[in-house]
């Protein structure tokens, strides 16, 4: 049932049921209710009841009422009987009223001829609906930075599809599979949006990068070889960008001056990056938050591939210089005919 401002679920598993609604985009926070009449007396009763459970020795507690609609009582009203009843029935716990900063609040809702009580509200994780706006790919590397991006996009509604490219056998089967861990992580934050993710190789043309390029561009070479092999994803899933967890100087790829050379790469789809202005305390915090962080600082093989002295400071012409030595096209049409789809 809804109504302005509250959606309304019964359940015969109040507690389990709030703690899922408090992983659902969207909802702010979560109250597991009593339901009950507008009848003042109906309404005592069921918060005696509820108080003579939550409220305990020696602390305090107050009482907040809401109504909507017409009825023979004031707000004030409810929260003075109310209160005094507590007082009473309560008094060899020894409670006491506390208005600005109680231990427990006595919460009552009245709707025209029902009414709700409840003495807990779960926060919840707010954002918008996941699907009230446009699907995006993200390219998920299992690390501690992708999976947050992924999860901040979907929180303002975007449903995202992982992307895992595979740097085998720069990289190893554990990093592969952290980024596998990661999007199983994100799936129980996408009440269903994602049910897949893209597994593609990409082995051969970092060999070929390596062989064919300055080895101070391979990182940039290859996050540009990544740009595109995810926007031709996107274009089959009919996606509206390109997620990455790039942070200005995280690393020596996500300088601004390396930022700018490599996104000209992308021709067809922007390129969103949530975390640009975040550091790693601020990322990391976010990803104990979603459940991704134990995961993503797993032992894995680091890519061997990675230059020793990386460009910092790349200009776009000496990338499009290199390029012109590989054959980049085939390059992603080859990576995206060995890409395979994983259903989650």
Same mark, same amino acid.
């Given at each position: ?208 990068? @390596?062989?064919?390029?300055? /080895? +101070?561009?391979?990182? =940039? #070479? ?7 092999? &995810? *926007? ?76 020793? @002295?990386?460009?910092?400071? /790349? +200009?776009?012409?000496? =990338? #499009? ?7 980049? &096209? *085939? ?14």
């Amino acid at each position: 049932m809804h109504m302005r401002g509250r959606i309304y679920i019964k359940t015969n598993k109040p507690q389990e049921t709030a703690q899922t609604l408090t992983r659902v985009f969207g909802i702010s926070s979560v109250s597991p209710a009593k339901q009950t009449t507008s009848d003042l007396k109906a309404i005592t009763d069921t918060a005696l009841t509820l108080a003579e459970n939550t409220v305990q020795e020696n602390t305090t507690f107050a009482v907040r009422c809401h109504r909507v609609g017409t009825h023979p009582y004031s707000s004030v009203e409810v929260c003075r009987e109310l209160g005094k009843q507590i007082l009473t029935k309560l008094k060899q716990r020894n409670p006491t009223v506390n208005l600005t900063a109680p231990d427990t609040t006595v919460t009552v809702e009245v709707r025209d001829k029902e009414a709700y009580v409840y003495a807990e509200t779960k926060q919840g994780v707010g954002g918008f609906p996941l699907g009230t706006q446009a699907k995006t790919v993200c390219l998920l590397s299992g690390g501690i930075d992708s999976p947050v991006a992924c999860w901040l996009t979907m929180k303002r509604g975007s449903p995202t599809i992982p992307i895992y490219i595979d740097n085998s056998p720069f990289t190893d089967e554990t990093t592969k599979q952290k980024a596998i861990l990661t999007a199983k992580k994100l799936q129980e934050w996408s009440a269903g949006y994602i049910r897949k993710m893209y597994i593609v190789p990409n082995g051969e043309n970092m060999k070929t990068i @390596q062989e064919k390029a300055p /080895a +101070r561009f391979t990182c =940039l #070479l290859c996050k540009r070889l990544m740009y595109r092999i &995810a *926007e031709q994803i996107a274009q089959t899933e009919k996606t509206h960008g390109i997620i990455t967890g790039e942070a200005i100087g995280e690393q020596a790829s996500q300088t601004m001056h390396n930022l700018y050379a490599i996104d000209e790469a992308a021709k067809l789809y922007p390129i969103h990056r949530p975390l640009l202005g975040f550091d790693k305390i601020e990322t990391e915090a976010l990803a104990r938050k979603i459940g991704t962080f134990e995961i993503s600082i797993q032992k894995a093989k680091g890519c061997t591939a990675a230059p020793s @002295q990386p460009a910092t400071r /790349a +200009r776009l012409n000496a =990338l #499009l210089e290199a390029e012109e030595n590989l054959n980049v &096209a *085939e390059m992603v049409q080859g990576a995206l005919r060995a890409a395979e789809v994983l259903r989650l």
